[in-house]
């Protein structure tokens, strides 16, 4: 083994746990530098002082098993990571812990149409997920912005959101069951592959979103729903974003339940049309984009044109397919947009539906306060803002005028009723706040199910549910 | 104290820790034999050897919490009992147990409108709870078939389903946050008032559906939805069952998601219409109940028409409000139809859609095999049979013929890949069959959560996630 990390005296047998027989060709573990800065964090901005002691590429159940073992047999830190795409710092390793890619595992084990369900490994992509359902007609109804890289897995320990889940659900309504391997190596079969029923606790709930701090998910069997024949995409802009926000309560007062319902403003507008040669910010200062779905497609749509009325400047519906997906994709592509600008540290906070105009004013006010460049687009259908902190290139996010902003915008959201936190999870990120939303009790019983799963600790040590 | 059970010494001191100042005029705690044989069982047929030693009707959070504390400092185990309308079992008491009746706490607290929020105490009915949202055009998407009678407490505790959650989910997916006395009386919150939020583990849904054995919801935030604008009610009958059954797998396959999608058999038609004077068994020996929703409401009626056109001998839509609440209120009226017939056992099986026509045909083979009458009726839109077995008077259910066809349903169900529950809960009836079902690891996993959060082991026990 070459360029062995200072670190845990354990990690050695973790990384010798699985053969180096390689992994489409290449091998199985792997300790060089660049391998490790590799994965060394996610999409998050944050960065660990060292870097992980190595990456075991697992390729089966009995990989995750053999490493798991010898993690425990050794006290090893493991960072189970899928295809690295968090925003929360929950995949970030550092020196001492070993990392255990399961990306490599990424087939589709087995799809029944009639039953609507697929069996999948970790790190099937997601999107890859949805195209193979839709070749029966189906959908995989979870579709984070990140979809086309982001893996099942991964998905599934953030339980991930995304744009259909005002009407569909996030992650967690769409796995009924799981394999996982615990942290002594035992492999823990949850659910079932029925859409219904109630046998035992629900631990696959308990997983899903546990940011790997539980189990390593090796299979994961997922409901699929009809693919909607039908699908009307309204666009409506605004004077501002406020309006916008207060157009969006009105969708969802008027009985309307949008498949997605998303609200853009004036800076993320800019920023994609730079990007994509769009010019959607000529339309107004805020947008809403509006997909309603199902056989009653275009009624709702017209509903939703006469909720947005008072407030829009214009609005209009398409039912073309193609102009429909133009407008998904600029909205899918605002945060790479924006991080053309500089670093883009995306915040993930929920508000009651009813306080979306107020958080987006708060926000606005956030910005100006602390002199912080910050966009917003929102999941308005679910009351879930993105502020996106703009910072120029090699200023820390993690400190100063940024992370005084970030904490004001979790500050704001908790003042209003709502979380730190919709579909990326806690990861490092939000650990300090996590106490002052979930209380002491919580915090306790957390940490007592923690244990009892993972009693010595290996598992993504410091993540999701500690203290920050 | 009067009558005081022999029993169990902790009872004295958790019968005294609330005053008995009155519950709606009447005294908090009972000791009598009358309220104790009230409380000892539920709706499922399941009687104990004992009595409980008294009943502790709670009137707010501190008197739960009063109950637990002097409980837990004298170990003495705690049901929990809401209104009683359970079918395995979970709520029956006995002998050295004290009764914990919450439905007395039966306030609306709160209900938001905009957000489509409402938050509840747990003695609220669940009908009651979906009537205060029609107020404001929405619904509470999950209803049990005895949503009239059933309270919101205990439709948490066994995460109750119903007639909708083929389109809208059970009562999990309904249930955003919760507010929890844990066995040493601290007071858990869980969850948020957001649709979507990922602070944590997701310790809501691990409390949905734990049968009383990890806390006591003392308060639940729940989701409402938008109650549909348009309805269309089709009922279609058939020349046999397994037809039916293969017509509900066409009407999944042509990407139909009905809102309620119920199979009956001959029996039980035959069982309501001597119950209520209709003549549903004139139509054919077995009935499809199809109701879809929404602005497309009558253009998925038609596909649904036209999905079961091979096999069905009638089949009409119908659009009528008063009508569509007829034949709703009827198939609601299956079981106590069949309970005017002899003891009616509920069982409460799933198969994986596809399997349906083989479980309907197996069990009718069941019953010829067995000689015990076995009626069926299926949420057949997720696979979930409810096979209820007829027997005479004072025949002993859980012995002989009827136990032994209740087993073989089991196996059939588990053969098909299917689970032994699909929204009844474990109780103490299904606890035998369990470990087959989840497997070792599973039940030890649950045993380490159960001791996490319970570790004296009084809310409860032995049943739901214990071996029978």
Not at 177 to 205: H, M
Not at 328 to 334: G, L
Not at 421 to 448: F, N, Q, Y
Request: aromatic share 2%.
């Amino acid at each position: 083994m070459t360029q062995r990390a200072d670190g845990d005296d354990g990690a050695e047998p973790v990384l010798t746990s699985v053969g180096t027989s390689g992994w489409a060709g290449e091998p199985a573990v792997r300790t060089d530098r660049a391998s490790r800065e590799a994965v060394a964090t996610d999409w998050s901005g944050h960065r660990p002082a060292g870097l992980p002691d190595g990456v075991v590429r697992a390729r089966s159940t009995e990989d995750v098993v053999a490493v798991l073992r010898a993690a425990s047999a050794t006290r090893t830190p493991v960072v189970t990571r899928g295809a690295g795409t968090g925003l929360a710092g929950g995949a970030s390793a550092t020196t001492g812990e070993v990392v255990l890619d399961v990306s490599g595992m990424d087939r589709v084990l087995d799809l029944r149409p009639d039953d609507q369900v697929a069996v999948v490994q970790p790190g099937v992509l997601v999107a890859d997920l949805d195209a193979a359902a839709a070749v029966h007609g189906l959908m995989y109804a979870p579709d984070p912005a990140s979809a086309a890289i982001a893996s099942v897995g991964g998905s599934i320990a953030t339980n991930a959101g995304g744009l259909r889940c005002a009407r569909y659900g996030a992650t967690r309504e769409a796995v009924l069951g799981l394999q996982v391997v615990l942290a002594d190596g035992r492999v823990l079969r949850t659910g079932r592959a029925t859409t219904k029923g109630v046998a035992g606790y629900d631990l696959t709930a308990l997983l899903v979103g546990s940011e790997g701090t539980l189990g390593v998910v090796v299979e994961a069997t997922v409901r699929l729903r009809p693919r909607p024949r039908r699908q009307a995409t309204t666009t409506a802009f605004f004077p501002d974003v406020a309006s916008a926000a207060r157009a969006s309560t009105a969708i969802t007062r008027a009985g309307v339940e949008p498949a997605v319902l998303e609200l853009v403003d004036a800076a993320t507008l800019e920023a994609v049309d730079a990007a994509r040669g769009t010019d959607l910010r000529a339309g107004g200062a805020a947008m809403l984009l509006v997909q309603t779905d199902g056989d009653g497609a275009e009624v709702a749509a017209r509903a939703v044109l006469a909720a947005v009325e008072p407030w829009a400047t214009s609005s209009e519906t398409t039912t073309d397919a193609e102009r429909s997906a133009e407008l998904m994709t600029a909205r899918r592509e605002a945060l790479p947009s924006l991080q053309r600008l500089g670093q883009a540290v995306i915040e993930d906070v929920v508000v009651p539906r009813s306080r979306l105009a107020d958080a987006v004013t708060g926000v606005e006010e956030i910005s100006r306060a602390t002199g912080v460049r910050i966009a917003v687009f929102a999941h308005a259908g679910d009351g879930n803002l993105h502020p996106v902190l703009v910072v120029p290139e090699g200023e820390d996010v993690l400190s100063g005028a940024p992370w005084d902003a970030a904490c004001r915008v979790f500050a704001l959201a908790q003042r209003l009723g709502g979380t730190l936190t919709g579909e990326h999870g806690v990861g490092v990120l939000k650990r300090a706040w996590l106490r002052a939303e979930l209380g002491d009790v919580a915090m306790d019983v957390s940490a007592a199910v923690k244990a009892a799963l993972d009693p010595l600790g290996i598992l993504n040590p410091g993540k999701a549910v500690v203290d920050g």
